[in-house]
């Protein structure tokens, strides 16, 4: 029989482990929130990309236009295609009198994060007459998503399990979308890395970045494309014309093949789509660096040529 000194020895390490697993638990649980409180309180005030998109998600919330409210608002969406490719006051000295252009563009975005994006905006109280959607034809095609931060701040709960299945996650990222939806801390955290990474590594940051910027996405087939772009404009414009909005599409220019093809989807289904510059119409020296985005000179003309086309479609 054990002797009841190594029972009592046995019942002192348990008790101390238990102890300490307590102490471990209860410190990593007051290291999180500690980490989530400086999240919310910093993060959105000190990250200049993330005050810039929460002052205009406030913006596009604040409209509530009707047919008795006077100026309509036009409401202009998109990624960093967008936000490179439109110089708002040019814009805004483009566009006819007694219509507002408002902005909220939010970078990495792509098809799902918008139709998503639009369903929370519009169950937020947003109302503008008239929505203008810029992505490129991959982008429109591609079930990815922007990733955490999208789940905090475009993703309402009630859309997490539909995004989940249609974005093809797995359980491990699902699990981790979820999380970051109720957590700013989770939700930046790919982006605290990054600004870490380029603050301690900047060579590294700026080889991935140019490495990044020479991958071309491989060009789409029209016969699976077509199909899909008509799907997915016809549910953005069903997803509008429910609240009361006008959907008008318009494809930035890019490389991408694929921006003939959204126009011809969009005709057939009566879906308004604006081509303000062609595919091949732009060199490279419209555009910046990374060949992707444009640079002052071609975002000008793009600019100059939306104003036009949304003349030509919104009502005198």
Same mark, same amino acid.
């Given at each position: +029989?054990?002797?009841?000194? @190594?029972?009592?020895?046995?019942?002192?390490?348990?008790?101390?482990?238990?102890?300490?697993?307590?102490?471990?638990? $209860?410190?990593?649980?007051?290291?999180?929130?500690?980490?989530? =409180?400086?999240?919310?309180?910093?993060?959105?005030?000190?990250?200049?990309?993330?005050?810039?998109? !929460?002052? %205009?998600? $406030?913006?596009?919330?604040?409209?509530?236009?009707?047919?008795?409210?006077?100026?309509?608002? #036009?409401? !202009?969406?998109?990624?960093?295609? +967008?936000? %490179? &490719? #439109?110089?708002?006051?040019? !814009?805004?000295?483009?566009?006819?009198?007694?219509?507002?252009?408002?902005?909220?563009?939010?970078?990495?975005?792509?098809?799902?994060?918008?139709?998503?994006? *639009?369903?929370?905006?519009? $169950?937020?109280?947003?109302?503008?007459?008239?929505?203008?959607?810029?992505?490129?034809?991959?982008?429109?095609?591609? /079930?990815?998503?922007?990733?955490?931060?999208?789940?905090?701040?475009?993703?309402?709960?009630?859309?997490? *399990?539909? *995004?989940?299945?249609?974005?093809?996650?797995?359980?491990?990222?699902? /699990?981790?979308?979820?999380?970051?939806?109720? @957590?700013?801390?989770?939700?930046?955290?790919?982006?605290?890395?990054?600004?870490? +990474? @380029?603050?301690?590594?900047?060579?590294? $940051?700026?080889?991935?970045?140019?490495?990044?910027?020479?991958?071309?996405?491989?060009? !789409?087939?029209?016969?699976?494309?077509?199909?899909?772009?008509?799907?997915?404009?016809?549910?953005?414009?069903?997803?509008?014309?429910?609240?009361?909005?006008?959907?008008?599409?318009?494809?930035?220019?890019?490389?991408?093949? &694929?921006?003939?093809?959204?126009?011809?989807?969009?005709?057939?289904?009566?879906?308004?789509?604006?081509?303000?510059?062609?595919?091949?119409?732009?060199?490279?020296?419209?555009?910046?660096?990374? &060949?992707?985005? +444009?640079?002052?000179?071609?975002?000008? =003309?793009?600019?100059?040529?939306?104003?036009?086309?949304?003349?030509?479609?919104?009502?005198?």
């Amino acid at each position: +029989m054990p002797s009841s000194t @190594s029972v009592s020895e046995r019942q002192t390490v348990r008790v101390g482990l238990d102890r300490f697993t307590i102490v471990l638990l $209860a410190t990593i649980v007051v290291v999180l929130v500690f980490l989530e =409180i400086v999240s919310r309180e910093r993060f959105e005030s000190t990250s200049k990309v993330e005050m810039r998109e !929460l002052s %205009e998600r $406030a913006g596009v919330l604040a409209i509530r236009d009707t047919a008795a409210s006077g100026e309509p608002h #036009v409401v !202009l969406l998109g990624n960093s295609l +967008m936000l %490179e &490719g #439109v110089e708002v006051p040019l !814009l805004k000295a483009k566009i006819a009198p007694g219509y507002v252009p408002t902005i909220y563009f939010v970078l990495g975005t792509n098809y799902y994060d918008w139709f998503y994006g *639009l369903r929370r905006l519009f $169950a937020e109280g947003m109302r503008p007459r008239y929505i203008v959607l810029g992505l490129s034809p991959n982008q429109l095609a591609t /079930s990815e998503v922007r990733g955490d931060i999208s789940a905090h701040y475009l993703i309402q709960q009630s859309d997490l *399990l539909d *995004l989940v299945r249609q974005s093809h996650m797995d359980a491990t990222r699902a /699990s981790e979308f979820a999380l970051a939806h109720y @957590s700013v801390f989770y939700s930046i955290r790919d982006v605290f890395r990054g600004y870490v +990474m @380029s603050r301690v590594f900047p060579s590294v $940051a700026d080889l991935l970045q140019n490495r990044s910027a020479s991958i071309r996405e491989p060009e !789409l087939s029209d016969s699976v494309f077509k199909p899909l772009a008509a799907g997915r404009l016809a549910a953005l414009d069903q997803l509008c014309k429910t609240y009361g909005a006008h959907l008008l599409f318009v494809v930035p220019p890019t490389y991408q093949k &694929g921006d003939e093809t959204i126009v011809e989807a969009g005709r057939e289904d009566g879906v308004t789509v604006l081509l303000p510059v062609k595919r091949d119409e732009f060199d490279q020296s419209y555009y910046q660096k990374d &060949g992707f985005h +444009m640079n002052q000179r071609g975002a000008e =003309i793009f600019t100059a040529r939306v104003a036009a086309e949304l003349n030509k479609e919104l009502p005198e």
